[in-house]
């Protein structure tokens, strides 16, 4: 299904693109390392912009875990069931769980993210770096968290379940 692919492919390049963030803050860690304690003269916003960093790359990539099967499951009910029933019990999860949860951290982070915007937030350490495009990214996580589980669950209704492969 056209939408399946649509979906599972815009979380596909999103975690893609995201895994370079990891790259990016890795190095700036290095060198505000060899800065502080190679030549005595800590950078003054590795720090910060490094815990903004990570904040994205944890949180945008939601969706391309969900999509990569690589949340934490508890199995221990569906495990025994014959493929059909089980089906039937991880659409029910979906509707009953994830939907709900993914539908009040899209908006309530987007609430989040535009009273911070609207206040210009900004961090207290040593530089004031704005708070506020961590926090749209969590609407954009959200976002893209809702939209992973409309594929899988559309996967499962049409039966179109693929061998997840994490890495």
Known sequence: MVLIRLLDGLNEIVGRVVAFV????????????????GFNAPTLWAFDLTKQLY???????????LRHQAHV??????????????????????????????????TRSWDFAMRSLAQNETT??????????????????AGLLLLQGVSE??????????????G
């Open 153 to 166: 669950v559309l996967k499962l209704v049409l039966n179109k379940q693929e061998p997840s492969h994490v």
């Open 22 to 37: 990891a790259v990016i803050f890795a190095l700036m860690i290095i060198y505000d390392v060899i800065m502080r304690y």
């Open 124 to 141: 207290y350490g040593a530089i004031q770096l704005p708070v506020y495009p961590v926090k749209i990214a969590m609407a954009v996580a």
């Open 73 to 106: 499951r508890v199995d221990l009910v569906t495990e025994t069931l014959r493929p059909g029933p089980r089906r039937v019990v991880e659409i029910l999860g979906y509707l009953i769980f994830f939907f709900p949860f993914a539908w009040v951290f899209a």
């Open 55 to 65: 904040g994205f790359y944890f949180i945008l990539l939601g969706g391309y875990a």
